[in-house]
């Protein structure tokens, strides 16, 4: 037993008997099966399992202290109804509130932030860490955290850019198809059917075989899978609006298709829109990312997260995780995404009931 | 029981619609190369002669529908042409890596099914704890990150910093069950991960969903305890969603499996698609597809027969 166990075990069953006295359920019981845990790990894996768990929770309990802050900062700073909004917030979400900015800064001020350029080679192959080099060199010699930098700028901001035209093209096509109506209605159906008939990954090699790979190519042929889903949810919204009865008056008073769209359906749609622009920005990002990871996506030496991985995988067999960075940085964006349209989704259910 | 029938053909000839309409949009997609295959396979530096030479020996001198029907007739009798890259047969190459990507599927499905419905019912019953919480958070965490995220990361841990199984999964056709077993746990792992995540959270909405309704709030008044709630009466009315969730989910397993295979180098239908698509070996390319697809569409069709047969009034719509 080393000076680390004991005094792990026992700030843990401190903690425990604390939450106990005080009567916190829901802290004992955490605080209890992570006792159970760390006894078993302990006996299989030894003390660098500990370790491990160790760091895991002291990243987790920094990562809710910082949404905690920064959910009461914006409390103060933000105008009043912003102040109101934030304080309904959960600390998952403006965990992802502040990731996203985060992201966002990192990828409009790529150039300053970064000390290198995002193709400069600067060391040799898989150099180490050293002051300079925070994340140490990538297979070519180039800095691994400048190319991370911007990588935010590239794959985000294709992403982004994906994601918009598969959103104007869906919404447009949806709208149009539920006031309309008739034949038009029906054949975008049936095409949307189709496309939707053939897995999305799939369909997106069979494409990229077809028309080659290049960030032109990759954009519209990720739109173009991507639509249909979009497609679906504004006509069914749409389908709910368009029986209303201004929508009739609308009509009565003679105005035009293109008017009915924008005017009296797109306003009265948009907060299921904008929780399915960031839902769908989640799928997007994670399917250009796929593609880039099989060499299919963004090309050399364009720096992109998807192909930083594969490029630097060879590291992962000698236990090394640097290769790993650009992998989480995906997920984490995802999982902020993911937590503050969920966050959106309850206000927006809540308001309704 | 004839309407169930009736209905049942129904989506089974709706289904093979759908999968002509998909053959006729994967042999079109080729069809619509800038200038065709043989000049595409030969590059701007051939001449005329070799690419008319080509062409002649592709047979691509037929109009389109012809080769359509020949393609389309070779698949259906298992033979789906000549690869360009190396002038083996597809379906010689395709047979093996199919049977070891249903083995692969087989095996994360037969972990993420029993897990997944375990899990949601239990996040359920104890909705709003911190067991609920915990798991909402993780099969988000799961859903969100990309499948070669986690691969790596189970290798990683399990196969570099302990080696309990190993990172490259090189199965054969010759390996006794265990040893298969025991090679392809890492990459199934993975797809259980994503898998079990996507079930385990729709299993709990379709619950959750049900426990509104005003028979479940009856059956609590008269004194039948929580988990007999929800195992004697949600659970049935639940099925439906969850046969629905459970075949989509098998469908995503057969076809999200590229990523896999690349991560681990299994030997299986993705990893043979994405050399093809480096190669652009077109016949390959159109092979696979198709085998997805078809696999894709069977089982949303599996997942329809399941709702109808698992929901009476979906027999008989208004």
Request: net charge neutral; glycine share 8%; with cysteine.
């Amino acid at each position: 037993m080393s000076n680390f166990m004991i005094a792990y075990f026992f700030l843990l069953i401190a903690a425990c008997c604390t939450a106990a006295y005080y009567q916190y359920r829901t802290a004992l019981l955490l605080l209890f099966s992570l006792v159970c845990v760390s006894l078993l790990a302990g006996l299989l894996g030894g003390e660098s399992v500990l370790i491990n768990i160790t760091i895991a929770i002291a990243l987790l309990a920094a990562s809710a202290g910082l949404a905690y802050s920064f959910r009461e900062t914006l409390i103060q700073i933000l105008p009043r109804g912003g102040a109101k909004l934030m304080r309904t917030a959960p600390l998952t979400a403006s965990f992802g509130l502040l990731l996203i900015i985060i992201y966002i800064i990192a990828a409009v001020f790529a150039p300053i932030i970064a000390p290198y350029g995002e193709a400069e080679v600067i060391a040799g192959a898989f150099a180490p860490p050293d002051e300079v080099m925070i994340l140490g060199g990538d297979q070519l010699g180039r800095d691994l955290f400048s190319r991370l930098v911007y990588g935010a700028r590239n794959t985000v901001g294709i992403a982004l850019m994906t994601t918009a035209i598969a959103f104007v093209v869906g919404t447009v096509a949806g709208l149009s198809a539920a006031v309309l109506g008739g034949w038009i209605d029906q054949v975008l159906g049936r095409i949307v059917d189709t496309l939707m008939a053939i897995p999305q990954l799939i369909f997106a090699l069979l494409l990229l075989t077809i028309v080659g790979t290049s960030v032109i190519n990759l954009t519209l042929v990720i739109a173009l899978l991507y639509s249909p889903l979009i497609f679906r949810l504004a006509r069914a919204v749409a389908g709910n609006i368009v029986v209303m009865d201004y929508i009739e008056a609308a009509r009565l008073r003679g105005e035009s298709t293109w008017y009915l769209v924008i005017k009296e359906v797109l306003p009265n749609a948009t907060a299921p829109l904008a929780a399915e622009f960031g839902l769908r920005f989640c799928f997007v990002f994670l399917a250009i990312s796929a593609l880039s990871f099989l060499g299919l996506g963004i090309q050399p030496p364009t720096a992109d997260w998807g192909s930083m991985v594969r490029e630097n995988a060879t590291l992962i067999s000698f236990g090394e995780i640097t290769p790993l960075i650009p992998a989480a940085a995906i997920a984490l964006l995802t999982v902020s995404v993911n937590f503050v349209v969920d966050w959106m989704l309850h206000i927006s259910s809540g308001l309704k009931e | 029981m004839s309407g169930v029938m009736g209905l049942i053909v129904k989506r089974l000839g709706l289904g093979l619609v759908t999968l002509l309409v998909v053959s006729i949009i994967i042999f079109g997609a080729v069809e619509m190369l800038p200038g065709d295959l043989a000049q595409q396979i030969l590059g701007q530096s051939a001449t005329e002669e070799t690419v008319a030479q080509l062409r002649e020996d592709l047979g691509l001198n037929r109009p389109a529908f012809v080769r359509y029907f020949e393609w389309l007739g070779g698949a259906v009798q298992g033979d789906f042409g000549v690869s360009l890259a190396n002038n083996r047969s597809v379906a010689e190459q395709l047979a093996p890596r199919f049977a070891n990507t249903l083995f692969l599927a087989g095996l994360a499905a037969v972990i993420a099914v029993p897990l997944a419905i375990g899990l949601g019912v239990m996040a359920a019953l104890y909705r709003n704890s911190v067991f609920d919480r915990v798991a909402n958070v993780v099969s988000l965490g799961a859903i969100s990150s990309p499948e070669f995220f986690l691969g790596y990361i189970l290798i990683v841990f399990l196969a570099v910093q302990n080696q309990v199984f190993p990172a490259i999964s090189n199965v054969s056709g010759d390996m006794d069950f265990g040893t298969r077993l025991y090679r392809s746990m890492l990459p199934a792992l993975t797809m259980t991960l994503v898998v079990t995540a996507y079930m385990m959270r729709m299993t709990r909405a379709a619950i959750i969903n049900l426990l509104a309704s005003p028979y479940i709030e009856m059956a609590r008044l008269k004194g039948v305890s929580r988990s007999q709630v929800i195992t004697r009466h949600a659970l049935p009315n639940a099925l439906a969603p969850i046969i629905n969730v459970v075949a989509l989910n098998l469908a995503y397993l057969i076809t999200g499996v590229v990523l896999v295979e690349v991560v681990f180098v299994y030997p299986g239908v993705g990893q043979l698609l994405v050399d093809s698509v480096t190669k652009r070996d077109f016949p390959v390319v159109q092979a696979c597809c198709l085998v997805f697809a078809a696999t894709f569409i069977l089982f949303n069709l599996i997942a329809d027969v399941g709702a109808i047969l698992s929901n009476p009034r979906l027999r008989h719509p208004k």
